[in-house]
């Protein structure tokens, strides 16, 4: 990927080989090949495209994405394909199914002439994540062009990517909807950082704050690279190879089988958390005197907004215009224990008191769009995560960044898992977005000999990632199957152990 690719096309291509692995073009070619299939049974006809965006897997930068922070993620193969045939017409209508139909129904809607659809997003239907994108793209070509007429759509999807698992489901589903609803309604190549963006905005229509970072792994990744992404001051990505060692990196991929919707547990879980963050930069901020510029944040401030504030505004001049973005960001850390002294949390009333406004006027601000269930908000906490995690995520890439000697490859590899287990501590007793059961996988994988183990994605649940020596990856499934899976699901088969157990190369983002 070169520094410029972001804002090249979403690739166009007739081979599979470009998007899979050798190993996975059989099973792969019979996916596709009964997709259209399955199309032509339903709708009469053949497909005009097929859009595809893939799940991801976040090494690491844990919860730090609605803060502005850089993450570094990598597509996984699992991924949503949707085959779409599109028509005039003056009423612009959508029929919509899945290939799983048993459990996800079929839909008609139709379009409005103004493209604005009524999405509740109370009702988890699965749907809304293709409204979502319908959405979000006719409003960007509409931005253009007024004067487009949205096309009636045929819509087939399938999806393997486990929903609830911490893979990023979602966000494939609306970066794939978004992708067929732009190349359906407009001549012009769909850029990939104007798809990112468009899909950030568009995931939150179905009642999430959305950072950012599902989206433009789903989208930038390219086969073979993680990817980091950073968004202040503006979206950005490049790919970040990694070194040839021996033993060669690989990461496993483990799946607790607690589901994790972050959407239907927002209120709790995911939302709450987006909200504590803003909160904690607001208070912050109010107490230092510091005014916070509108960000691209999901509610218009960040933490990484306070940080530029605080050394705009307190720390212009030398010796801390010189320091690095580690040392900033650790100075941080104690401004968050000098400021945000209570462990126990905060009160609606104590955060509107620093703020200098009512109660009521902190909830409409803050958790009127995405309502929230909390009666004290762990300021001080969420803030030492993000600026921790922050931390780590500069210490990982350096590592990745600086040549090794051959015989320092294990002292690399020590490192590199070092950190991600202090991700693992982080979101555990910190962030609190751990579960017993992502706790165990991740201890059960460091005994089989992992360097480093923690949770990815939202948490509560889902999967975990591991970096494991490649002499290592069948020790690691055997105990994981021993001590986890045959325990807790006696009678799982032999299909959904595999299923459960991956071992992942970075793979390929967004196509059609």
């Given amino acids: 990927m070169s520094p410029h690719s972001i804002h090249e096309p979403v690739p166009i291509t007739k081979s599979l080989d470009f998007v899979y692995e050798a190993a996975s073009l059989p099973s792969q070619r019979k996916r596709w090949d009964a997709l259209r299939t399955r199309f032509s049974s339903l709708y009469g006809k053949e497909p005009d495209f097929v859009a595809r965006s893939p799940g991801r897997v976040n090494i690491i930068g844990e919860h730090i994405d609605y803060s502005l922070y850089e993450v570094l993620p990598m597509a996984i193969e699992a991924d949503v394909i949707i085959a779409i045939a599109t028509s005039a017409a003056q009423e612009a209508k959508v029929a919509i199914s899945n290939v799983n139909s048993q459990k996800f129904k079929s839909n008609e809607f139709i379009i409005p002439a103004d ?192 940080q530029n504030a605080y050394y705009t505004n307190r720390y212009a001049t030398p010796p801390t215009s010189s320091w690095s973005e580690e040392e900033k960001l650790d100075h941080m850390v104690g401004v968050v224990k000098k400021t945000l002294w209570d462990i126990k949390g905060y009160t609606r009333e104590s955060i509107a008191a620093q703020l200098k406004i009512q109660v009521p006027e902190l909830e409409e601000r803050y958790m009127t769009k995405f309502p929230v269930r909390a009666s004290n908000f762990m300021l001080r906490q969420r803030a030492l995560h993000v600026f921790q995690e922050a931390i780590r995520v500069t210490r990982f890439k350096a590592l990745l960044n600086t040549p090794h000697p051959e015989d320092g490859h294990d002292d690399l590899l020590q490192s590199l898992g070092a950190l991600m287990n202090e991700t693992q501590t982080s979101c555990r007793e910190i962030y609190e977005c751990s579960c017993p059961e992502l706790d165990q996988l991740c201890t059960i994988a460091r005994e089989a000999g992992a360097y480093g183990s923690r949770l990815t994605g939202a948490g509560w649940g889902g999967c975990t990632v591991h970096l494991v020596p490649m002499g290592k990856v069948d020790g690691v499934r055997r105990a994981w199957e021993e001590k986890y899976y045959r325990v807790k699901f006696p009678d799982i088969s032999d299909e959904k152990l595999a299923e459960a157990m991956v071992a992942s190369e970075p793979g390929q983002g967004s196509v059609m």
């Fill in 115 to 306: 493209g604005e659809l009524d999405i509740d997003a109370s009702t988890h239907e699965w749907t809304n994540y293709f409204k979502a994108g319908v959405q979000g793209a006719l409003g960007l070509i509409k931005a253009g062009d007024a004067s487009v007429t949205p096309r009636s759509m045929c819509v087939l999807v399938d999806g393997n990517v486990p929903s609830g698992g911490g893979l990023s489901s979602s966000a494939a589903f609306v970066c794939a909807s978004a992708l067929a609803v732009l190349h359906a309604n407009r001549p012009e190549p769909v850029s990939k950082k104007e798809l990112v963006e468009l899909a950030i905005v568009s995931e939150r229509a179905v009642g999430v704050n959305s950072g950012g970072m599902d989206q433009a792994a789903s989208v930038f990744s390219v086969r073979g690279d993680a990817v980091s992404v950073s968004f202040s001051p503006e979206l950005h990505a490049e790919p970040i190879a990694f070194p040839s060692t021996e033993p060669p990196i690989t990461f496993m991929i483990a799946q607790s089988f607690v589901a994790a919707d972050k959407h239907v547990t927002a209120p709790e879980c995911y939302n709450l958390r987006v909200v504590e963050c803003t909160l904690a930069a607001e208070f912050i901020a109010s107490h230092l005197g510091l005014y916070l510029d509108s960000d691209s944040a999901p509610l218009g401030q960040s933490l990484r907004g306070l």
